[in-house]
């Protein structure tokens, strides 16, 4: 996947991959994503990389553990700077700017782990299949999203599993 600086004119490159990654770092490339990116060289081995990465990753969802596709659709626009830049400089401090700014070593553009990065960042903090997800019974674990069941439980279901401990010490 990797882009040769040398290919890439004044004017930039535009260029369309159909990949698959391994997002979770689980060791397996399962998502699979699209992208359109430009490069456009912006001076001392600068790049601006600007485009769309689209992508379907199956997440789990935080309250019923199921399994779920959640959409993707992400506009990007990053920095891309050789590593060397860096290391070359000695009062380098990371400014807010340079939080959209990635880098490249060699004389090779590697748009992986930019890709990576930016679904990353589009994946939610507390994924949900659905806003209105029901959760997993605390007490006897039954997905409440398919039936109800008759177990009490605290409105703070955090404490359910407490309250089984509360039953076995009555009898
Ligand atoms: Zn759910
Ligand atoms: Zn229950």
Redesign the pocket.
């Known amino acids: 996947m990797a882009i040769k600086i040398n290919d890439i004119p004044p004017e930039g490159l535009t260029v369309e991959l159909a990949h698959k990654l391994d997002l979770f770092d689980n060791g397996v490339a399962s998502t699979a994503f699209t992208a359109v990116l430009s490069f456009k060289p912006s001076g001392a081995g600068l790049f601006h990389v600007a485009g769309r990465i689209q992508a379907e990753p199956l997440l789990e969802?935080s309250?019923?553990l199921?399994t779920f596709p959640y959409r993707i659709d992400a506009e990007v626009s990053v920095e891309l700077a050789p590593a060397s830049a860096v290391e070359s400089s000695t009062d380098h401090e990371l400014d807010r700017s340079e939080l959209d700014t990635e880098f490249y070593q060699g004389e090779e553009l590697e748009p992986a782990a930019l890709i990576k990065e930016q679904l990353l960042i589009a994946v939610p903090m507390v994924p949900?299949?659905?806003v209105n997800?029901k959760?997993l019974c605390p007490v006897c674990g039954k997905d409440l999203?398919e039936a109800g069941c008759d177990c009490t439980r605290d409105d703070q279901g955090v404490f359910g599993a407490f309250s089984v401990l509360k039953d076995i010490f009555k009898k």
């Open positions: 969802c309250r019923c199921k949900l299949h659905d997800c959760g999203n």
